[in-house]
């Protein structure tokens, strides 16, 4: 139970796209309607603003550091094991190429 439940939240949080949060921040283009189309920090760095590119590029490595670390932390009290733990880390990457947000 303690597994799925980390993996949801992982899928959860991986589905947030930083470069579209960021770049409503700083009043930007929609990444995914020029460049290449992806939401990605190397879109956002077309748009020529350079610190909304890197807070995307620390957004987007964060969500799967965190999600992963937080189960590091507490698998002695929940038993997730090691399975239990890259599950959440391919919850997270799966989270981020199919987001569920942002469509």
């Known amino acids: 139970m303690n597994i799925a439940l980390f993996v949801i939240a992982a899928y959860l949080f991986g589905s947030i796209s ?9 009043r930007l283009d929609d990444p ?3 460049g290449s189309g992806n939401p990605g920090a190397t879109n956002v760095l077309r748009s020529g603003h350079k610190l909304a590119a890197l807070l995307t590029l620390l957004g987007d490595c ?8 937080l189960a ?5 009290q929940l038993g997730l094991g090691e399975a239990g733990i890259a599950l959440v880390a391919m919850a997270a990457f799966a989270g981020h190429l199919w987001p569920l947000y942002h469509d």
């Open 72 to 76: 590091v932390a507490l698998d002695d």
């Open 18 to 26: 930083f470069a579209i949060v960021v770049s409503k921040l700083f």
């Open 62 to 69: 964060a969500k799967g550091w965190i999600g992963v670390a």
């Open 32 to 34: 995914r309607n020029y």
